[in-house]
């Protein structure tokens, strides 16, 4: 990996399949403009998927991804992060049984079609939040006879995830059926009532036979620490089902943790052991309340028990600013309500190995350096791209460039097109070209100046030439 000090690399693919190919393509693609070019000050770096949280999971073999919540998809700054950072997509709310069937076999799909739509537009990976769930439940459910309630579950399952059959990579098919506390039963919801205990094995089975491609999972919280009752239990279930040959595949561990609930010290024991059974194990609904150093030691802490596990396949945080979390007082995630990284964000990328994460890669010493995970206070600036019109021939794309937590008085970024794509026209910036013609180096039309936080923006039309693939960022290099 090459290394460009006071650079922030924030590279925005078209999509997320074979992200380290293109990866290899864009150094390769760089390196050859390079040697056109006859100089290595025409570009400011290579551009790096390891600069963002999907990239660096990615190196790892791991997702990473995120909740989202539908009514915020017209953000444009929340739509940038999470295509930037992002490669998984849950929807926060969307997929829920009261999004979707609020009345008997009437069923909605429209708000999560949008966001399923949206993963797939970018090349991103769908969980499927929740089938079988006593909370967000419509009610008239609540009343159903025993046979009504155990053909409506089942229609339930088949209706959704045919519909979004080969779309999902993992779907929750049974959310939080055990208590708290320390009697390790299970929650006494409406299905428990009226099916028994059966009616985890019943959703499992349907749900294998309604896309058999789909990773299934059980998923809860309070499962974290290894001594736990509701984690023995859970557990317990889990063998017992590998043991008969019901179907589950994954384990998903919700991952809410605060300051009377913390990240166990046994958080790896414990996704160990489930894996052992011969179950994947996600980390699915990750928020961390708290703030600073400690959180991004937590966070930190938590990423490296996910990698400690080879069949902890993925993270999920459950969302992308804390403005807008659903415990938004907890301040429990990576970006702060202006989406500026926060320590938490460096701790994750330290873990991962990551290029953001402050120089320090792969340490394995539980987290005890996160006092490290500053953001610094030299020059830095990101970019992040998104389109804003398309025509039958053509489009333009803007480029936002955001100073980091120090002053920058002068700014620079690259933006690739793939041939025979052409850039025709630029606006707000003074651009100079590699001798391909691909590779645009922007400068600020005067004044370079930025304080900390904020941004600027250029834009540019490229001329399709049939291909439709989004441009490629380089690095943005501040002073
Ligand atoms: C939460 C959402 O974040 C909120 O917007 C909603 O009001 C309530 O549900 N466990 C889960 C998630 O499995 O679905 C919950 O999501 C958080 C706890």
Redesign the pocket.
Known sequence: MIDTPRTSHEPRTPGRRGRSALRNALVVGATLALAAAGTVTALTGTASAASTLAGAAAEQGRYFGT?I?AGRMGESDYMSVLNREFDSITA??AM?WDALQPSRNSFNFSTADRIANHARSQGMKLRG??LV?H??LPSWVTSLSTNDLRSTMNNHINRVMGQYKGQVHSW?VV??AFEDGSSGARRNSVFQQRLGNGFIEEAFRTARAADPDAKLCY?D?NTDNWNHAKTQAVYNMVRDFKSRGVPIDCVGF?A?FNSGNPVPSNYHTTLQNFADLGVDVQIT?LDIAGSGSSQAEQFKGVTQACLAVSRCTGITV??VTDKYS?RSSDTPLLFDGNYNKKPAYQGVMEALGGSDGGGTTGGTDGGTDGGTTGGGDTASCTVTYEQTERWGDRFNGRVTVRAGSAPITNWSTTVTVSSPQKISATWNGTPSWDSSGNVMTMRPSGNGTLAAGSSTSFGFTVMANGNWNAPRLGSCTAS
């Open positions: 909740a919540a926060e709310n829920k939040h929740t769930w909370s967000q929750d959310n939080e998923n919280y919700q809410h609904e459950w969302g659903w």
